[in-house]
T-cell receptor
């Protein structure tokens, strides 16, 4: 079993839809949770960063962490074709030095 | 803008011919990382520097070496590239080892 599980998709949605991307994990020591967006042939771009459980909102993006369920989510409201990319979840322990990535979910937003 | 810069963006080399990839950062972060990413896969950590301390991942081949002459620069040396080393190489930085910021990557082709 992988430490971090993420559905690779692809996930196809119409423009304007609400998108939900999710990851589950097995290591209860993870404390920092990140979402990266990666366009084709580019480096990952940090979107959201959350410490421990809770919600964080930034514009059209909302990150949620539920440590009791070992489940994290990224919601994208009013999705745009420019949101089409691969979304990687990543997490790290409190005093860890290694970021553990999910496999990435391919998102396609159709106009 | 503070950023992570990688050069070159595209590198073509011949089988067995040594190659060096470079990374520089203006974020003044103390930790620098090198990742290898193959198509449709998550980034795979090769090694990282925590300040001047070098940390090699157990499964990183000996063919891969790194140098960090100062805080701002880090190099990835591939001594004898094989066809299986063709990939995107990503440099990332962080302050104290948590949230990581990635460069745009160098795409390596081995002929």
């Amino acid at each position: 079993q992988k430490e971090v599980e993420q559905d690779p998709g692809p996930l196809s949605v119409p423009e304007g839809a609400i998108v939900s991307l999710n990851c589950t994990y097995s290591n209860s020591a993870f404390q920092y949770f990140m979402w990266y967006r990666q366009y084709s042939r580019k480096g990952p771009e940090l979107l959201m960063y959350t410490y421990s459980s809770g919600n964080k909102e930034d514009g059209r993006f909302t990150a949620q962490v539920d440590k009791s369920s070992k489940y994290i989510s990224l919601f994208i409201r009013d999705s745009q074709p420019s949101d089409s990319a691969t979304y990687l979840c990543a997490m790290i322990e409190e005093y860890g030095n290694k970021l553990v990535f999910g496999a990435g979910t391919i998102l396609r937003v159709k106009s | 803008d503070a950023m992570v810069i990688q050069n070159p963006r595209y590198q073509v080399t011949q089988f067995g011919k040594p190659v060096t990839l470079s990374c520089s950062q203006t974020l003044n972060h103390n930790v620098m990382y090198w990742y290898q990413q193959k198509s449709s896969q998550a980034p795979k950590l090769l090694f990282h520097y925590y300040d001047k301390d070098f940390n090699n991942e157990a499964d990183t081949p000996d063919n891969f070496q790194s140098r960090r002459p100062n805080t701002s620069f880090c190099f990835l040396d591939i001594r004898s590239p094989g066809l299986g080393d063709a990939a995107m190489y990503l440099c990332a930085t962080s302050r104290e080892g948590y949230t990581q910021y990635f460069g745009p990557g160098t795409r390596l082709t081995v002929l």
